[in-house]
């Protein structure tokens, strides 16, 4: 279910954080949106965040992280059928980064992340408002042979 809600998110592509959830009701709906061309920008800017200080200062820091950060994604895309011309997405937001590092025998990382983020204005929304809360989930793992 979140899957199909558009909460999960997916990397790749433009990786329009925002977009998720209309991406997704496009596909359930049948009608996804294709493109020919993209041009992107993801950036995120940390945030001062005291948990990760009392984790530096612990033993746990070979081991965990914990971040804070602004972001803001935009792309250019051209060639969906739907929307004339060509058509810039922007979306700006808020987020979580929890990672646990396990390295191997020979040092080499091997762990997972957790992404929680809110994008919380969206440039044209196709459903709802500019301004609007909004939530997705990422989950992604190193694993070395």
Known sequence: PWVRSGHVHF???????GFRESDV????????RFFNRVAAYNVEF?????????????????????R??????????E????????SFYADAGAGLTLSLNIPD?????RGFVIRYEVPFWLSDPINGDSLSFRHLLGFGATITF
């Open 105 to 109: 025998y020979q040092g080499r990382p």
């Open 25 to 32: 009701e496009a596909i359930m709906e049948g009608s996804p």
């Open 79 to 86: 060639g969906d059928a739907e929307i004339p011309g060509d």
């Open 68 to 77: 804070s950060y602004l972001f803001t994604d935009g792309a250019v895309a």
């Open 46 to 66: 940390d945030l001062p965040n005291p948990l990760q200080t009392v984790i530096r200062r612990s033993q746990l820091q070979e081991f965990l992280s914990f």
């Open 11 to 17: 990397s790749g592509g433009p990786n329009l954080r």
